[in-house]
């Protein structure tokens, strides 16, 4: 808008402008780039679609532009489907199969092949990915392009459980999990979210009266725990020009960093097939805590914290329906327990860690974060959270 004022009436502007010089701003106006999301309805008070309806207008605090709420409206109706057949309420899983994601894809093929004009919107939404300048990236932009590469990305290790289909589902699983959190701290709260922390580092193991210190297995992904670095540092950086970070995040940051690096070296090892030493093991058997001391606040709030505050469970409205009043949620609840079989030059070990839970549904009212954790924790929460996982997720074998 300052530009083109600029363009119209000069740098000093006039104490009251010209009619003509206002039309003429008028029409510059007309010629900004139109809204590529929408969100607010369209319809007037009948039902019927208004014409009149515009997404124009100056916004002093307007929402930024994300680009799987451009998908979404892609993918949604009134651009896709007709009366007779609407689809007025995405999936996440439209987010990772526009991003490449061949399983993704494989799951919205009824979407694609029946929904009218959903095939020719859908290839729409993946050239808008492929065209876009990520030369300097937002830290938002980085984050989802990180979960989709580890939606699509192919093992460079094979183990039992990375041979298995439902790891594929687990790490589809997992890059909708971070999304949810993505979209919950950055578009429903300003309040920072926070973590449950992992379980107890294992005990030593006594073998023959010898002690072992444990070999533990990290993702066999070093390209992924690298760029997750690369967004650590955009995210540092970001916070700094801004004068956004604290000494206590510039620290936080940091030893985040650090971890990336251990992690990347420790794939690269698995990739190539050798052992792990002591201090390999060391640094995996003692992440847990390590990651704790980094997601907890620092300073005086960490000693306030509640054990409600520190569980994870969070929730986000992402799309409404305004025509039926369905609104979309994504949401995660409390960690998994994931048990894997290894073996390798570290030898054969049963490893733990932990996993997303990820759910997707609709409610007509939108729910808090206090809400949605009753559901998780409360003891109703097996019936309270029944229905409420995308149904390809049940392909994930869990024991509860």
């Not at 937002?138 to 183990?159: G, I």
């Not at 997992?174 to 919950?184: I, V």
């Not at 193991?205 to 540092?233: H, M, N």
């Not at 025509?323 to 409390?334: E, K, M, N, Q």
Request: proline share 5%; aromatic share 10%.
């Amino acid at each position: 808008y300052l530009r083109a004022a600029d363009s119209v009436f000069g740098k000093a502007i006039e104490s009251w402008p010209s009619a003509e010089k206002i039309a003429r701003y008028a029409q510059e106006l007309a010629k900004l780039s139109k809204s590529a999301i929408v969100s607010s309805p369209l319809r007037n008070a009948a039902g019927d679609f208004d014409a009149a309806a515009s997404l124009d207008g100056f916004r002093f605090m307007g929402q930024r532009f994300i680009l799987d709420s451009r998908i979404f409206t892609l993918l949604t109706s009134p651009r896709v489907g007709d009366d007779e057949h609407p689809r007025n309420i995405p999936k996440g899983l439209d987010l990772f199969a526009a991003y490449g994601s061949a399983y993704a894809e494989s799951l919205i093929r009824d979407d694609i092949g029946n929904v009218p004009n959903f095939r020719k919107n859908y290839e729409k939404a993946r050239a808008e990915l492929r065209a876009r300048d990520m030369k300097e990236p937002t830290v938002y932009e980085a984050w989802v392009d990180l979960l989709a590469y580890h939606a699509s990305s192919k093992d460079k290790v094979r183990q039992r459980f990375t041979a298995a289909p439902e790891w594929t589902v687990r790490k589809l699983n997992a890059a909708h999990g971070s999304w949810a959190e993505l979209r919950h701290d950055t578009i429903l709260y300003a309040k920072p979210s926070a973590a449950e922390c992992g379980g107890p580092d294992g005990e030593p193991v006594w073998v023959a009266g010898t002690p072992s210190i444990p070999r533990g297995y990290a993702e066999p992904d070093p390209a992924f725990f690298d760029k997750l670095k690369g967004l650590t540092v955009l995210l540092r950086d970001s916070c700094a020009k801004e004068r956004l970070l604290s000494d206590a995040y510039k620290l936080k940051t940091g030893a985040f960093a650090d971890i990336c690096d251990g992690l990347v070296a420790a794939a690269k090892k698995e990739v190539e097939g050798k052992a792990f030493s002591d201090a390999d093991a060391i640094f995996l058997g003692s992440i847990n805590r390590t990651l704790a001391d980094i997601v907890i606040p620092a300073g005086r709030w960490a000693d306030s914290m509640t054990r409600d505050e520190k569980q994870m469970a969070l929730i986000a409205d992402i799309h409404t329906d305004y025509l039926t009043g369905s609104i979309l949620h994504i949401a995660v609840g409390a960690p998994r327990k994931i048990t894997i079989f290894v073996t390798d030059a570290s030898g054969a070990r049963v490893c733990e860690g932990s996993v997303f839970s990820y759910y997707e549904f609709t409610a007509g009212t939108r729910m808090t974060d206090e809400e949605w954790k009753r559901d998780v924790y409360g003891t109703g929460a097996p019936a309270s959270l029944s229905g409420k996982e995308p149904s390809w997720t049940r392909a994930l074998p869990y024991s509860d």
